[in-house]
């Protein structure tokens, strides 16, 4: 290794460290004004809390086992609607895929149901499905499901034509044509729609919760909201924050491995 | 008798802006171990008529006559290797689809994968050949189901210069130690003279047997030593003369 080229390994190593604490030192500091600013009364800690006494908040939660009945429920609701979604969403790409005609015909129907904002379908969904997790997994799932079906159809359509015919001149069906080439071709789409999916999914859940519901961290932040607690507002949301980076990570890391496969 | 043989092929594209006559009456005949090449001008329809040779595309009027036991193997433009499926996958695709008897075919892509010098890169991914071993890879990939005829479609167009010369040399070497007979489309006068044993021109659209040239160059020289014979230019000036006359 020359000389030059190890001061240039050096040089990339302390910038890496230098943005790494400057992350660090923002954090900290957002923090330690807010407590501050709490502390010594520049702001009301009754509107904006303090980092305190949200701890103290999640404290209470988590002494009172509220705590990890919210954060499953919401958890709960929005793996499923996450999963279901893409399970679904892709399942009926691979139908409109099959089928032209159906592809054709279905065409403007989904172009309306996913320029709708499905948070309207609320009250029918309530009425429908009853006020309960029905109704929030049904609220989430339809957030993401249309946006899955058209991502998931326009990467299954964008393969290659060459490939296609390589495999129909050595006898191959559409089945095969689509196990062999459509899909593990559009496993990196997939994976990406999935990472696009995590975030719905949570947008979905806490819509929902909103709605109705009678735990879960939605419910918490509306609860907070109406009663003017908004140490258990801030508490809600920075728990929320965590999870739902937490579940983008393990998303992005399974993508990251299938990757090296596809 | 002919390998195969097509007999007044033509093909009418529809379209909702009207109809185009994509190929018109076309007739020609591949004779066994016959390496013939098909040029013409681009967008003259040379490609539709490899894909109606190979089955992928109906023609509207004729017919096409082989024996059954002809097997038709067909190669695309560029070498369109599964990125996620090692080479030796990649080559195992056509029996794998097939069903057939898997141990037998991969003994086979095995014994020609070392043959050809890509034993060692067998369980490597496409992207981490060269150019001209990917090339190789495809070719191994469509001799693996023995077939009597194989259908190239412009399958150097993608490679830069210096790689195509190489890799001419290299395909046509496998052809001939294989004794396959060979059909290859290109836009590339010279690819076409240096490599086939017969020419032929194709009129523009809508496509028509302008001219056959059968080459009379020295076959026992690779591809790229015959470009330097004195007759190659001969031929190069006569076929170029055809491709640029108008159709009559």
């Known amino acids: 290794m020359s000389e030059e080229h190890k001061h240039y390994l050096k040089k990339q190593k302390i910038r890496k460290l230098v943005v790494r604490i400057t992350q660090i030192g923002i954090l900290i500091l957002f923090f330690g004004l807010w407590e501050l600013s709490a502390y010594l009364e520049w702001a009301d800690p009754f509107i904006t809390s303090s980092p305190s006494r949200v701890i103290k908040s999640i404290a209470s939660l988590y002494t009172s086992g509220d705590l990890f009945v919210h954060i499953g429920a919401t958890l709960w609701e929005t793996v499923v609607s996450f999963l279901l979604s893409t399970v679904l969403g892709t399942a009926i790409a691979v139908a409109l895929w099959w089928n032209r005609f159906l592809c054709e015909v279905t065409e403007p129907y989904l172009i309306v149901l996913n320029s709708l904002p499905k948070i309207a379908l609320g009250p029918l969904i309530i009425i429908w499905v009853g006020a309960g997790k029905g109704a929030i997994i049904t609220m989430a799932l339809l957030i993401c499901l249309i946006i899955t079906v058209i991502s998931a159809l326009q990467g299954f359509q964008s393969v290659d034509r060459d490939k296609i015919d390589l495999l129909r001149s050595m006898g191959a069906g559409k089945g095969k044509i689509f196990l062999k080439l459509v899909l593990p071709a559009n496993i990196p789409n997939i994976l990406a729609i999935l990472k696009i999916n995590v975030g719905l999914s949570w947008v979905g859940t806490i819509m929902g919760e909103y709605l109705v519901s009678r735990e879960g961290l939605g419910y918490l932040l509306v609860y907070g909201g109406q009663v003017f607690r908004l140490d258990l507002v801030m508490a809600s949301t920075l728990i929320l924050c965590v999870l739902a980076t937490a579940m983008y990570l393990a998303v992005a890391l399974s993508e990251k491995l299938a990757r090296k496969f596809f | ?248």
């Open chain 2, 1 to 248: 008798m002919a390998l195969v043989e097509l007999r007044n092929i033509s093909l009418t594209y529809h379209s909702r802006d009207g109809e185009t006559e994509a190929i018109k009456d076309v007739s020609l005949s591949i004779e066994d171990k016959e390496f013939v090449a098909i040029v013409g001008p681009s967008g003259s329809g040379k490609t539709t008529l490899l894909k109606i040779m190979a089955g992928l595309i109906a023609p509207s009027g004729g017919e096409i006559v082989k024996a059954e036991s002809t097997r038709v193997a067909y190669m695309p433009q560029r070498d369109g290797l599964f990125e996620w499926r090692s080479v030796m996958k990649n080559v195992l695709l056509a029996p794998e689809i097939a069903g057939g008897d898997i141990k037998k075919a991969r003994a086979y892509a095995e014994e020609l994968l070392e043959k050809y010098g890509l034993k060692e890169f067998s369980s490597k991914r496409p992207s981490e050949l060269s150019g001209g071993m990917r090339q190789r890879a495809a070719l191994i990939r469509t001799l693996v189901t023995k077939p009597k005829l194989m259908l190239l479609d412009e399958p150097f167009s993608a490679l830069d210069f210096q790689t195509r010369l190489y890799v001419c040399d290299d395909v046509l070497r496998i052809i001939k130690a294989e004794e396959k007979t060979a059909v290859l489309v290109t836009h590339d006068i010279n690819e076409a003279v240096s490599m086939a044993d017969r020419v032929i021109v194709l009129t523009a659209r809508p496509a028509g047997v302008k001219s056959e040239y059968t080459i009379g160059l020295d076959k026992s020289l690779p591809p790229l030593k015959r470009r330097e014979l004195k007759n190659f230019s001969v031929y190069f000036k006569n076929i170029w003369m055809d491709m640029e006359a108008p159709n009559e």
